[in-house]
């Protein structure tokens, strides 16, 4: 597979879509982002299962990194090697599970629990939430120092989530990240490859 030269992970919800759900992702992937997260908690596993059999094949034939998320029987069943789960559900994973995933991912909010993360065998983490966003009402962001710290105790990736944009992405790298995660901007905005490049730019025109 070819690497992505984008640091941005484009995490999925299909509930902030202005299209039909399987076109913005063709549109994300043809983007080539750093990878494709795919979210979507309020799915039953044999839901989940069966839309991300259909996102891996998008993501395969523009060879963007596809991740999946929480369900680690339907990711071993669709033959996925890349997973991101919560951190308690990384505790519950066997050593034979876990060697299953050439890529593993988990979601952090504490420096404690990144170290955590990293004994346990995981390979990437996001940690946040890093700036004021929707998603998070009337929870102030953590911050660039808190996001610092995360780096600074582990030696695997950090990917910075929560209100991450263009105008912001340079902190998040001069912090040690080694990139940030969209949710919302990347599901709803009008032009999907001038809303990645943007971050390539680090400027805020976008559509």
């Not at 034979?96 to 050439?102: D, H, L, T, Y």
């Not at 929707?134 to 780096?151: E, Q, T, V």
Request: proline letters at 3%; hydrophobic letters at 40%; aromatic letters at 6%.
């Amino acid at each position: 597979m070819t690497i992505s030269m984008s640091d941005i992970l484009s995490v999925t919800n299909r509930l902030l879509c202005r299209e039909d759900f399987l076109v913005r992702i063709e549109k994300i992937a043809a983007a080539h982002p750093a990878g494709i997260i795919l979210r979507e908690k309020d799915l039953c596993e044999s839901e989940y299962q069966e839309l991300a059999g259909r996102v891996l094949q998008i993501c395969r034939k523009h060879w963007t990194p596809c991740i999946l998320h929480s369900f680690t029987a339907a990711a071993a069943e669709l033959k996925c090697d890349a997973l991101h789960l919560p951190l308690p559900l990384l505790r519950t994973l066997t050593d034979r599970e876990k060697a299953g995933f050439q890529t593993l991912g988990v979601s952090c909010h504490s420096a404690e629990e990144a170290a955590e993360a990293e004994a346990l065998g995981c390979t990437y983490i996001t940690a946040g939430h890093i700036f004021d966003t929707a998603c998070k009402s009337g929870l102030p962001g953590r911050g660039i120092g808190f996001l610092r710290r995360i780096c600074e105790s582990v030696s695997i990736p950090v990917y910075a989530i929560g209100g991450i944009e263009p105008g912001r992405i340079a902190a998040v790298r001069d912090a040690g990240a080694a990139g940030g995660c969209v949710m919302s901007g990347a599901m709803a905005c009008e032009n999907v490859q001038e809303y990645f490049a943007a971050f390539e730019e680090g400027s805020d025109e976008i559509s």
